[in-house]
């Protein structure tokens, strides 16, 4: 595979993970104890540090974005453990996991083809 089809999976897991997360704390699941704008700002903002230059494939932002992306699967992990319906924090799992290694995998791939 070619860093071009690690960043595609790198992009399909930040797409679906930022759907995902808008999605479950506005309208499948919104939070009780506190405004959804609030949750909202504390959940989704860390993807967006580095969206510019993780959608201009620049290697250092997709190297911050995989390491952005681990909070997102330990949160997935326990909530996966704890919930009854496991589904919305097993999609974060999985999302976060595509992310994480199509960033990490783009970024290693992108170095030697450079030097190629």
């Not at 250092?60 to 996966?80: D, L, N, Q, R, V």
């Not at 919930?83 to 030697?112: K, Q």
Request: with cysteine.
């Amino acid at each position: 595979m070619t860093a071009r089809h690690y960043y595609a999976i790198a992009l399909t897991g930040y797409f679906g993970l930022f759907i995902l997360l808008m999605l479950w704390n506005t309208v499948l699941s919104p939070p009780e104890q506190l405004p959804v704008a609030l949750a909202l700002i504390a959940i989704v903002s860390p993807l967006l540090f580095v969206l510019l230059g993780f959608l201009n494939g620049k290697t250092k932002s997709c190297s911050w974005m995989a390491y952005i992306s681990m909070p997102y699967f330990i949160h997935g992990c326990i909530e996966t453990y704890v919930r009854i319906d496991p589904l919305l924090p097993a999609l974060e799992v999985v999302f976060s996991l595509m992310l994480f290694f199509g960033a990490s995998l783009f970024v290693r791939h992108s170095s030697r083809e450079q030097q190629a």
